[in-house]
């Protein structure tokens, strides 16, 4: 059997945009491949229709299509230097339409901005872009005056103006005087029209099944991002817009059409705050009438880091909506019909990464088991699954991976449940170190699937042991709420689990002990080096350690801080102070490995750059990998090169300590 490799990875597919053509006979997908010499994931478009599947078109590095009819698709695509150039230069966009008869492309639009095409809607297109308030003349002015703003916006480039918050978003960059703003494009007259004021921000976007009613919500941006939006109706025919709720007091997180019905999932986050799971409510004269208490969650919160891109999660058959829930460590899919009924339709013991419905039959983009992501029929009815793809067959054949065993911590109040991957050529006779992974979030979880980190470590003959404390998804609100008890209830739980695997799994040597963890996980590696000499070594990704500095830099910190330490650094300094890592750095002993990205606006790289220079003042053997370019999502879809040079870095810090 061959061992795993971190390069392996560049062998695996990850398919994305599931989507069904308009008369439901067949669907198409995306198929991503990492190119390592290009330093970047390259794009096929695949065809289906439910028995074979091929691929029809190579869409470079791009990664934006729709069905325009059933015989043709629109793709966002170059075919010469010069097309690449004018995009990049001119900031326009090239849509490509494919014909699948003739298997030949031809130029489709040339949109004078940069743009997606959400819909098509008869003779005309729902558009998307984010602008600010000048960019609108890139569609607006003639070419020469066209010409003289973009060579101002390039001068322009050198600064950026801020008078609002978020004033940067992760993986999208400065987004400081942008709204999202969605369009109609006429295609016989050639015109744009705007649907939504210029200093209006959309969030959701839905069109009706008919193609006359568009549902969106958002709200106008005044200084600062609200957590609440309002929802409108857009009829297109009579080219009206009405206001279907306006009121300031709902984190709407989807939107349903239902027949005539505009169905909503939202919370008040009176109770649990800014992560509290929602409710369903039906939209009626102006008002969120109350249709059924959920407080599940909506969504796969499933941890990977074998997927690239995404897809719709829910869909709407007849007068049922169907959506992806996260149930403990696994997805479901559950329904809710108009009088509030909810069903549990089908339970999948892995994670569901998209989901369409054809003439009432599902399709799901899936990691079940411990394979890659392929696409699978779930027949609701009898409950079983049936794979149809094979596009990441051969790439862990004769490959050890491991199969993950359950491991339940009961507590007096409630239960931890983790998992443990056995290291390759196991022998019961010998000792072996062992990494403790911590997942981010914190509200998410680790499931039974694949994750190649995980695998590769125990391809290097490490246990890996993994669990879902609590402040972790799919176990209700009360479970995930960890407000103000960051490192406490939470570490609580983690160090009893690792004292229970340890305790069960005698073949780990407790001195050879390591941990690591990205996001939540990393704050959570921070405070454990802190408040514990238990671990070896530690590497500690995209992290927390300053509660005080994050609330000012990171593009969630001005509302994620408060909900979740319970104070504001104006005002309750000591008990952001209390919940912050850094304040513990004199105790740390552990040798300490630092990953993290400089275009990280999540969780900024000034908090690794803190708690790197105190252990470096102190003497403590520390190290910082700084990743040019890259974002919080280094590890799930990072460059290739540098997703290599990431778990490179940290399996090396794990072997010097071993």
């Known amino acids: 059997m061959n061992d795993m490799k971190i390069e392996t990875f560049l062998d695996f597919k990850f398919i994305s945009s599931l989507q069904h053509n308009p008369s439901q006979t067949a669907f198409a997908f995306l198929v991503a491949k990492p190119n390592e010499k290009k330093n970047e994931y390259l794009y096929d478009l695949w065809l289906s229709d439910g028995q074979k599947h091929q691929k029809c078109l190579g869409l470079k590095n791009k990664g934006s299509y729709l069905f325009e009819s059933d015989r043709s698709l629109l793709v966002q695509y170059t075919q010469t230097k ?26 489709a639009y040339d949109f004078p901005f940069p743009v997606i095409i959400l819909k098509v809607l008869g003779t005309q297109l729902l558009l998307q872009a984010s602008l600010t308030v000048d960019e609108h003349h890139l569609y607006l002015d003639d070419d020469d005056k066209r010409k003289k703003f973009l060579a101002q916006h390039k001068k322009n480039a050198l600064y950026e103006e801020i008078e609002e918050i978020p004033f940067y978003f992760n993986n999208q960059g400065m987004i400081a005087n942008k709204r ?45 991002k609200r957590l609440t939006t309002h929802v409108f109706m857009y009829h297109v025919d009579q080219e009206t817009t009405d206001i279907l709720y306006h009121e300031d007091d709902c984190s709407i997180s989807q939107v349903y059409l239902v027949g005539h019905d505009v169905l909503i999932a939202g919370t008040d986050m009176k109770d649990f705050g800014i992560n509290q799971n929602p409710d369903f409510f ?69 994670s569901i990464e998209g989901l369409i419905s054809i003439n009432h039959q599902f399709y799901a983009v899936g990691l079940y088991r411990q394979k890659l992501q392929e696409i699978y029929h779930l027949n609701l ?23 993950p065993k359950e491991v339940i911590v009961k507590c007096p109040s409630h239960v931890v449940k983790g998992f443990v991957l056995y290291p390759k050529d196991f022998d019961p006779f010998k000792s072996y ?6 997942h981010g979030g914190p509200k998410t979880v680790y499931g039974k699937v694949y994750y190649h980190e995980m695998q590769y470590w125990a391809n290097m003959g490490y246990f890996v042991f993994y669990a879902n404390p609590r402040g972790s998804d799919g176990k209700g609100d009360g479970f995930a709420d960890i407000r103000g008890q960051y490192g406490t209830i939470d570490y609580e739980d983690l160090m009893l689990f690792t004292d229970h695997v340890v305790q069960k799994i005698t073949q780990i040597n407790q001195e050879k002990l390591f941990v690591t963890g990205g996001s939540y996980g990393g704050f959570m590696t921070n405070w454990m080096v802190g408040h514990t000499q238990r671990f070896k070594a530690a590497a500690t990704q995209r992290s927390i350690s300053n509660w ?10 001005f509302y994620f801080s408060k909900d979740q330490t319970g104070g504001h650094p104006m005002t309750d300094t000591e008990t952001l102070w209390n919940q912050s ?78």
């Open 82 to 107: 010069d097309e690449e150039k004018k995009v990049k230069d001119e900031k326009r966009t090239l849509y490509y339409r494919y014909h699948l008869d003739e298997k030949r492309l031809s130029l």
């Open 282 to 350: 039906i939209l009626k004269d102006k008002k969120l009438e109350l249709l059924t208490i959920y407080r599940g969650t909506i969504g796969n919160s499933i941890g990977s880091d074998v997927r690239l891109g995404s897809s719709s999660s829910d869909v709407v058959v007849d007068d049922k909506v169907f959506f992806v829930s996260t149930v403990d460590d696994h997805n479901e899919i559950h329904s809710i019909k108009r009088d509030g009924s909810i069903k549990m339709e089908y339970q999948f013991n892995g």
């Open 433 to 438: 170190p062992a990494i403790l992974d911590i």
């Open 381 to 403: 009815q009898e409950n079983r699954l049936t794979q149809l793809t094979r596009i990441n067959q051969n790439v862990l054949k004769n490959k050890y991976v491991a199969t």
């Open 581 to 658: 890592p850094i304040k513990y750095a004199h105790a740390v002993k552990t040798p300490l490995l630092f990953i993290h990205s400089d275009q990280d606006y999540r969780c900024p790289i000034e908090q690794a750059m803190q708690f790197f220079t105190i252990l470096k003042e102190q003497g403590l053997e520390t190290r910082l990998v700084w990743f040019k370019g890259e974002n919080h999502e280094l590890s799930r879809s990072g460059k290739p090169q540098a997703r290599i040079k990431r778990l490179h870095e940290i399996t090396q810090w794990f072997e010097r300590f071993r």
């Open 180 to 224: 999202n703003q969605i369009f109609i494009y006429d295609t016989i007259k050639k015109t744009i029209k705007p649907l939504v004021d210029s200093a209006f921000s959309v969030s959701i976007v839905k069109v009706s099944n008919d193609l006359k009613r568009i549902v969106y919500t958002g709200s106008e941006m005044k200084g600062i």
């Open 548 to 557: 005080l500095s994050f609330h000012g830099t990171s593009d969630i910190g």
